[in-house]
């Protein structure tokens, strides 16, 4: 049996920018890199994804400085790094084949945001059929308003999001 993955998810820059919202769990990056560090330490398999955003004033554009990663998850030699266009880490991306070509079946997810890439990319590889752990205080997200004007904070959206994820599409941890 091989040791799990770490996949981390748009750990970038771009999403300290106030675009973004009042956001919940200042404590992810910290969280998301001890569990790098634990993963580089037993030389465990690490995977990076990174999202190049295809709107002009999103600071993930990839002509913006917010779309490098943040300082502690630069990726090291040897850890595979995916780009993606869109939420899902496995569309238009490598993903998918190098887990399977590397037989690595069980997951470990962090990062941002909780309630778009993480779950998007979370829900796709359980219905790929890998083993997912998805762990919570390693993920974060920004509040938002619905269609009908109703106000989430981002801790609901957060939460609510780890809800809909846990015991389908992952064990969130």
Known sequence: MSAPALILIDMQKGFDDPYWGVRNNPHAEHNAERLLTEWRSRSWPVIHVQHLSQ?????LHPDRPGVVFKDAFVPLPG????????NSGFIGTGLEAELRARDLTDLVLAGLTTDHCVSTTTRMAANFGFNVRLI???????DRTGPNGKHYSADEMHDLALASLHNEFATVM
């Open 55 to 59: 709107t002009g004033i999103s600071p």
């Open 136 to 142: 919570s205080d390693a993920t974060a997200t920004f």
């Open 79 to 86: 850890e595979s790094v995916f780009q993606k266009r869109v």
